[in-house]
Every structure is written in C-alpha cells, then in structure tokens.
C-alpha cells in the first residue's frame, strides 16, 4: 500500500498501481433493487440484520409459524452478496450482505439490492460502514422525530459517492477487509471458546451441591476438600489513612480492582474523608457489598497493581495467611460456590443496589479447600488460561482498531 497526501479524491491509504482520482457515482446508477417475497422458511432460513454483526441467523426463540400473518408480510429473499439495509437504522451502520452460499430471507421492512452486479460486495460492505458514510447517511435521513428518522430506498438511489472507476481498486479494497474481517471473526471464536472453557471448568473443578470432591481434577489427587471458615485464613484489614495515600481504588465486576483515575477518568474521591478511608495493600482482597447482574452478591477481587491505595469504608478490605493460596482464592471467588451462604446470611439492605451483611457474618463464610499443592495447580491452571484469554482480547482489540483506522483512510 501506498499513501497519498494532499488530494481531496483519493484515498489517504491505497494499493499500490492505483493513482487516479475517485469519481462521484450516483448510487441509483449502480444499484438494483430486489423485491422477491417468499414465505418458504425451509428453502430460505430467516435471518436478521445487526449493527454488530451485519446479516445473521435469527436466534430458535423466534416462532417461525407465526411471523407471517398477511400477504404483505411476506418476508424478502436475499440471494448470495445481495445487500440489506435496515432504514431506521441505516445511519448507525444497520448494513450487511449475504456471505452466505444460499439464499436466507429478511423482514420485508428492510431494502434489498445489489450493487456493482454483486462484483465488488466487500469493498461496498466495508464502505457503507465509514464514518463518511454514516454521516452522509444521517444527513439524508427524514422523519419528523428523531428517533424514527430513516433512509428511504429512494433516497439512498438519490446519494452521490465518490468511488474508484475501475473493478480492479474495489476488489483488492473488498478483499483486504474480507480478511480482515475473517480473522477477526477467528479470533473472536477463540476468545468466546476460551470463556466458554474457563466457566465450565470453573464449574466442575470445584466441588458442588454439598460434594468434597470436583467433577475434574488433577491426577494424583484424590483426597476430599476440607471446608474452611474465611475467618480462618483472613483477617479484616482495619488500618485507616493516616499516611495521607492519595491514590484511590476501586472494586469492579468487570475489571477487578483499579485506580479510580483509570476507571473514571477522574478522581471522585472527597478529600475531606479519605483519612477515614482503608489502606490496601498489594493482594489484598476487597469485597463491594454493589450488586449487579455479573456480581449478583457484590465482587471481591484481589489487588494485582503491586501497589498501596485506599479504598471507601464501604468496602471489606482482607488480607490472607500462608494457609491458603492467594492465587487459588482468587478463582474460587469467581465461582459461585460463595453465594449462597450470601444469600442466607445477608440482604439486598435499604438500597437495592447494595448487600448487607455484617463483618462477622461475612468471616464465617465457608470455603472449600483441598491441599496447598492442589490449590497451586488449580490456580496455574486458571492463571494460564487468563492469559490466554487476554491474549486473543488484545489481539481482537488490535484488529478492530487496524480496521476502524483502514476505515477512516482506505476511503474518501
């Protein structure tokens, strides 16, 4: 690839061989519209089109024999590389084609069409979705309220595009993000297979339903857990701020234990109570007594910045002695083993956002546990697959940001 600077009808970013200016097209020039209806379900599954995902199968909760009520209900067949747009949703992206080598059929609301004579089906499917696009899509779109502002078929026929004006551009460009796209769908499988993996061993690896042994555990172990009271391998941690730490944590569901600067861009600490505020130390735990749909009960995380920090007197602060893992507690406290001595022990309080539960209660929670050395190879074994789960997020991460920036300067 090769960039370009200082032209206004050519890319930032192009394929090497390609030097002439884009030409402005009018869509209606290059599009043909299709109007098939059918209500044949068998020969053409139903599928549904996303923001995120573009065209995809509608999910088995849907009750197909009752979707098509009148003629004009008819569902819409969408042949292979045909294009589907969402009207009202067209501006947020609401855009995707047919990757599939079979005909499916849409909700007859949508616009079906072909562009190009189906000849460059990647280079539009990526194009639709820029930042320019979406703009221009947004200022063609009509409606008396906001919320129902669309884009007609008509009016989309009516939008001029600036385009390359041979095939050859289109479908380099086309393919490049077709690859793109595929391994960023490679990577998300691993991602969602790793996590799959991960609850389900953190299911069977870990003894339930009144059971002292696991479903699956390492050879060589077959002695059965003990059950142990957190107060005897805890001790709350009681030291206020009198040091004047500045730097304040926080305890998230999603991210574990981090610097309120990092979690909410700014400090929402009052500096006129943070000497009351608990001092946490390096592998320290923390319980938030918060309730959400991923922590039904509050999370307690372990501190992994290496650092001290204070945290709000809301929260449980708890270190742990030599007679339990620190790394094995840590995955034990997300399964949900814990829960429901919880649940027994404590309420949802005045707030229904917040657990309560005494300090005392909370010490007397059981914990399971079998020997040091067990509780070391569980702990390496989900410390391994966290890294790998991190691994193929970051590289999902990274793909998606190559493709928004491709997106930005492969197009004009």
């Not at 009681?238 to 981090?258: D, M, P, Q, R, Y």
């Amino acid at each position: 690839m090769a960039e370009q600077h200082g032209k206004t009808l050519v890319p930032q970013i192009r394929f090497a061989g390609f030097t002439d200016p884009w030409e402005q097209r009018k869509l209606g020039d290059i599009l043909q519209e299709r109007n098939v209806r059918t209500s044949d379900f068998e020969s053409n599954p139903i599928f549904s089109l996303t923001i995120e995902d573009g065209i995809t199968p509608k999910t088995d909760r849907y009750e197909r024999t009752s979707l098509i009520t009148k003629t004009e209900d008819l569902f819409k067949i969408v042949s292979p590389n045909e294009f589907v747009t969402n009207p009202m949703n067209l501006r947020f992206g609401a855009f995707g084609y047919n990757k599939n080598s079979l005909s499916v059929c849409v909700s007859g609301y949508y616009d079906v069409f072909s562009i190009d004579n189906d000849k460059c089906s990647g280079f539009w499917n990526s194009y639709f979705k820029t930042p320019v696009a979406l703009k221009r899509f947004d200022d063609a779109a009509t409606g008396s309220l906001i919320e129902k502002r669309r884009v007609k078929y008509s009016t989309l026929c009516q939008l001029i595009f600036l385009m390359p004006k041979g095939m050859g551009e289109k479908k380099q460009i086309g393919a490049f993000f077709d690859r793109l796209d595929s391994l960023i769908t490679l990577h998300q499988r691993k991602y969602d297979k790793l996590c799959v993996l991960k609850k389900s061993m953190l299911d069977k690896m870990f003894p339930k339903g009144g059971s002292l042994y696991p479903e699956i555990r390492f050879a060589g172990f077959t002695d059965p857990w003990e059950q142990r009271k957190l107060g005897e391998v805890a001790s709350k941690r009681i030291e206020k701020n009198t040091n004047g730490i500045k730097e304040t944590f926080t305890n998230s569901a999603e991210h574990g234990i981090v610097s309120q600067l990092d979690y909410f861009d700014h400090d929402i600490t009052n500096d006129a109570n943070i000497g009351n505020y608990s001092v946490v130390y390096p592998d320290d735990f923390v319980y938030n007594p918060r309730i959400s749909t991923i922590a039904p009960c509050g999370p307690i995380n372990r501190n992994k910045l290496g650092r001290n920090g204070v945290m709000s007197p809301l929260y449980t602060v708890f270190s742990v002695d030599d007679m339990i893992n620190k790394l094995y507690l840590e995955h034990y406290f997300t399964t949900n083993r814990w829960h429901q001595f919880m649940f027994l022990e404590g309420n949802s309080g005045a707030r229904s956002d917040r657990f309560s539960i005494s300090d005392s209660t909370f010490f007397e929670m059981p914990i399971q546990c079998p020997v040091l050395e067990e509780q070391e190879l569980i702990a390496l074994f989900f410390d391994r697959l966290d890294t790998l789960i991190t691994l193929h997020q970051r590289k999902l991460e990274l793909l998606r940001n190559i493709k928004k920036s491709m997106l930005d300067k492969m197009f004009v």
